[in-house]
């Protein structure tokens, strides 16, 4: 899949970020990855290749742009390190949910200038999968389709949960939870299904036994193979029912 290192400029900064597309003219439909907490890297562009493979423009933008450049992190060792270890706890915790829905209006303006003008969706992983789903709720009119997997606080009391912002979410949602994940616990996971239930948002809640927080990301010690095809073939399934529906 052909592949692009381009700059986008928001309010606050420029951030970089990876745009592949299939071989031939650029598709009208894109897909934005929120990355999960070690940054842009060739395991998240392993996955939006898989992505555009399906005939989708995909973004993998940095979200943690603001705190200057860094990495690309091994999944593996990152949080060995202490130094490594307090810069990602930092980033997650200065890089709010408010921030990146702000930031994701630049980053469907970069898709549009390359002529991606047609639906957007989102997914995201671990962190990322929190903003997948509240991006479509700061911008109903455009995405179209939002997904999670192993994404952690999806429904907690922080104000800017996405439970809580489900009423304003016009897209077809879809979560992949992980069999066993501390950062998504069995009550938050029937929090988000009510709170979905009472907005009326076509969506799925699935639960991957056996899978643990990550195993989705090629490059994470808990990477599972069969999992990760499992979690391919349901976006597959959300991205063409819904761009074609």
């Given at each position: 899949?052909?592949?692009?290192?381009?700059?986008i400029e928001t309010a606050d900064g420029v951030a970089e970020a990876s745009f592949v597309t299939p071989s031939g003219a650029t598709p009208k439909s894109g897909v934005i990855v929120y990355m999960d907490a070690f940054g842009v890297r060739p395991a998240l562009d392993?996955?939006?290749?898989?992505?555009?493979?399906?005939?989708?423009?995909v973004l993998v933008p940095d979200l943690f742009y603001r705190g200057g450049r860094f990495g690309p992190l091994d999944a593996?060792?990152?949080?060995?390190?202490?130094?490594?270890?307090?810069?990602?706890?930092?980033?997650?915790?200065?890089?709010?949910?408010?921030?990146t829905q702000a930031d994701t209006a630049a980053f469907?303006?970069?898709?549009?200038?390359?002529?991606?003008?047609?639906?957007?969706?989102?997914?995201?992983?671990?962190?990322?999968?929190?903003?997948?789903?509240n991006a479509a709720a700061a911008h109903p009119a455009r995405i179209v389709a939002a997904a999670s997997f192993?994404?952690?606080?999806?429904?907690?009391?922080?104000?800017?949960?996405?439970?809580?912002?489900?009423?304003?979410?016009?897209?077809?949602?879809?979560?992949?939870v992980a069999g066993v994940d501390r950062s998504f616990p069995p009550e938050q996971s029937a929090k988000l299904a009510e709170a979905f239930r009472v907005a009326e948002i076509d969506h799925a809640i699935e639960n991957y036994?056996?899978?643990?927080?990550?195993w989705c990301v090629s490059d994470h010690n808990?990477?599972?193979?069969?999992?990760?095809?499992?979690h391919f073939s349901r976006l597959k399934t959300l991205l063409a029912e819904t761009f074609q529906g």
């Open positions: 899949m052909p592949k692009q290192n381009i700059r392993e996955i939006a290749e898989r992505i555009a493979a399906d005939g989708y423009a593996k060792t990152a949080f060995q390190d202490e130094t490594t270890a307090k810069f990602i706890r930092g980033a997650m915790a200065t890089t709010t949910q408010a921030l469907i303006e970069a898709l549009a200038s390359r002529g991606v003008t047609g639906p957007i969706a989102t997914t995201g992983y671990c962190m990322g999968g929190g903003r997948a789903l192993h994404g952690g606080n999806l429904a907690n009391d922080a104000p800017d949960s996405p439970q809580k912002n489900a009423g304003k979410i016009k897209a077809r949602v879809y979560v992949g036994v056996g899978m643990a927080h990550g808990v990477f599972d193979e069969k999992g990760a095809e499992r």
